[in-house]
């Protein structure tokens, strides 16, 4: 199967889109709401883009049919009208004023007739046709004849407010009525046909936008949510599903937390949309909700997602806790259901107890609960100092005293148990130690030997070698095998010492003869002896000496094999053509030798740490081309520690550095 691989790039652009895709459809949605609520969105208007063909107008239409029908009927009651009826007559009054409104009426009921216009006199005929024509020129007409029985207009879909199979019957009489409406389909008036015809030219050519982004918007969505999905939990390497640090918060808070907040945001986008905005702050309200709803909704989501990949949904939750909480509490209930029984009797004897003293004035319940109070005192000390003995016991092993016993002839119960294993495992120490040291003794044993029983061959090969050495042989073949037999011999012999040398050094089985020395002096003279040594391989040596004496404590023979061991371990490794630097300091309490040089080969490489240099047999040249043993470091490590001092090396790339510490003897 093809390795699939979701960078942090991919993911937060499918995160950025899906956000985008949110906001288009939040906004397209709320245009079209919009749109609806304020009837203008129907779907035979789609595709006109004339506001006095479209259905919004019908509508406004049937609006003002209605107010004028209630007008008609609260001016024929005249003075009969109430208080709330002349507000609701004055409001009518003023829209359908004649300068104020492109809405014009001639309506007659028997004898009596009403107009908004101001030219008709007092008197006049009411002549129908006359008044039709006069209202066909305006743009928009209806004749509501019910006396001819004729009925007319050019507004398409308003008959059926008339005649529809509502009741309007209550609004129109059927009989003896006589009504003519004319429009200025010019509107040269900013009334509310006006403001209907603006609103729609402004708000009508979003629909078909809104549709297709809408459209669009849930399909990339849809896709992007796909994306999110097959990404979440997966790196570059695509395999291995990691959690991020919300996803270890326990489900159900994560559950409620996010529906909580949700219809904390739904309720306010119900706010956004309950309120009156124009087309810009809509986008902005409600993109920006929707944002906030989206966010909300993907950190939940890809969480969720998260958990059920990594199998993490259950173990991740409250009740796996308590439940495991519960099974814990059962599966130890040795421990737990011995103290929740204890604490329940307390409580119980000492309410009852309580109660009886108290309560009933009982003199022998008081007294019990004092009796049995100042026993529970007795037993908690009882336990305290019980504590205190097995930490003492333990304190005695720590301190490294391995035969120390708890005495458990005084302890009860679970301290009594635990002052037993306690012993047993200081026991047990005990007899580890002692076989780690009889192990030591035999391997220290072991190299003696051996050693001693390789010097007896070795010592006959060396002498025969030197006789050889003595016949003058002319063979030059013959005299080179001698010569590396000699080298060689040579060099088993001091490996040979050298290991007898450090056995006996790690062992302790050393005797030194401590005494005041000046290291300066020391150095000095070591440095003296390998003057030859550096020279044969281009090495300089630069030291830096205080021009006063420094006084230590050790053993001079001693100190000066491990100075020695230093300088021949640098004439040895070292890079030629380079330089040694060797320096002595005396700052406070402690005088400090230190040697640093340029290894020859690569100590990065060659050992894995810098503590594996002072290990027998470790050695910077790896290859072991080199005439060393291996033991150089280590035999001056043991002796420096023996003698009360520190050595420590160090390794910074190639450059080695060893020092050696002591304390400084001061003058009496």
Not at 351 to 359: E, K, M, N, Q, T
Not at 571 to 590: D, I, N, Q
């Amino acid at each position: 199967m093809e390795k699939r691989s979701y960078t942090n790039g991919m993911k937060i652009a499918g995160l950025v889109l899906h956000q985008f895709f949110t906001v288009v459809l939040t906004i397209s949605i709320f245009l079209l709401g919009s749109m609806v609520s304020k009837n203008i969105l129907e779907l035979t208007d789609i595709g006109t883009e004339d506001f006095f063909g479209s259905g919004y107008y019908l509508q406004c239409m049937e609006k003002k049919c209605n107010d004028l029908s209630e007008y008609l009927q609260l001016t024929q009651k005249g003075e009969e009208r109430t208080p709330e009826e002349e507000k609701r007559y004055l409001k009518y009054t003023n829209e359908f004023k004649q300068e104020d409104s492109n809405f014009c009426f001639w309506y007659k009921v028997g004898e009596v007739w009403y107009t908004n216009q101001p030219d008709t006199e007092e008197g006049q005929v009411f002549d129908t046709q006359t008044i039709l024509m006069e209202a066909k020129t305006m743009g928009d007409y209806l004749l509501y004849d019910m006396q001819e029985k004729e009925f007319g207009t050019n507004i398409r879909g308003l008959e059926n407010y008339f005649f529809g199979t509502y009741n309007t019957q209550n609004y129109w009489p059927i009989e003896d009525v006589v009504l003519v409406i004319g429009v200025d389909t010019q509107l040269p008036v900013q009334d509310d046909l006006y403001e209907a015809k603006e609103e729609y030219v402004r708000l009508h050519p979003w629909i078909k936008v809104s549709i297709v982004a809408a459209v669009l918007s849930i399909v990339g969505w849809i896709l992007t949510l796909v994306y999110l999905t097959l990404a979440a939990g997966h790196n570059d390497d695509g395999e291995e599903i990691r959690l991020n640090w919300i996803d270890k918060v326990k489900t159900e808070l994560m559950i409620a937390g996010f529906v909580f907040l949700t219809s904390e945001l739904v309720i306010l986008i119900s706010r956004v949309g309950g309120q009156d905005w124009d087309v810009s702050g809509l986008l902005v309200a409600s993109g920006t909700v929707s944002c906030l709803i989206d966010a909300l909704f993907l950190v939940f989501y890809l969480s969720m997602v998260r958990r059920l990949k990594a199998e993490a949904m259950w173990e991740n939750s409250l009740i796996c806790w308590l439940t495991r909480g519960v099974e814990k509490t059962f599966r130890e209930r040795t421990v737990t259901v011995q103290v929740l029984v204890t604490f329940a009797v307390h409580m119980i004897v000492c309410f009852i107890l309580a109660v009886g003293a108290f309560r009933y004035k009982n003199v022998i319940c008081l007294v019990l609960l004092l009796i049995f109070s100042g026993g529970e005192a007795y037993l908690m000390l009882r336990k305290a100092v019980e504590h205190y003995k097995i930490l003492q016991g333990v304190e005695r092993i720590t301190d490294g005293n391995l035969s120390a016993k708890i005495d458990v002839d005084e302890l009860h119960g679970e301290d009594r148990k635990l002052a037993e294993a306690i012993n047993n495992i200081g026991a047990g120490l005990l007899h580890a130690v002692d076989d780690n040291t009889k192990n030591e003794r035999m391997k220290a044993d072991l190299i003696t030997n051996v050693s001693h029983d390789i010097k007896t061959p070795l010592t006959s090969i060396i002498n025969y070698v030197n006789l050889l050495k003595m016949e003058h042989i002319e063979n030059e073949r013959a005299g080179n095998y001698i010569r590396i037999l000699d080298e060689k011999s040579q060099r088993l012999k001091q490996l040979t010492e050298d290991l007898v040398e450090a056995s006996r050094v790690s062992s302790g089985n050393v005797k030194l003869e401590m005494q005041k020395i000046d290291i300066v002096e020391l150095v000095c003279q070591t440095g003296g002896e390998f003057d030859e040594k550096f020279e044969s391989k281009e090495l300089t040596i630069v030291t830096k000496l205080p021009k006063n004496a420094v006084f230590i404590r050790a053993d001079g023979r001693q100190l000066y094999r491990v100075i020695e061991n230093l300088y021949n371990n640098a004439a040895k490794y070292a890079m030629e053509k380079t330089r040694v630097y060797v320096e002595v300091l005396s700052e406070g309490e402690k005088a400090e030798f230190s040697i640093k040089n340029v290894s020859e080969k690569s100590l990065a490489i060659e050992n894995n740490s810098v503590e594996d240099l002072t290990e027998r047999f470790i050695r910077g040249d790896s290859s072991r081309t080199t005439e060393g043993s291996g033991l150089g470091l280590s035999i001056a490590k043991n002796l420096t520690i023996l003698m009360g001092g520190q050595f420590q090396i160090s390794v910074d790339g190639d450059l080695f550095k060893a020092n050696i510490t002591f304390p400084v003897l001061m003058e009496e």
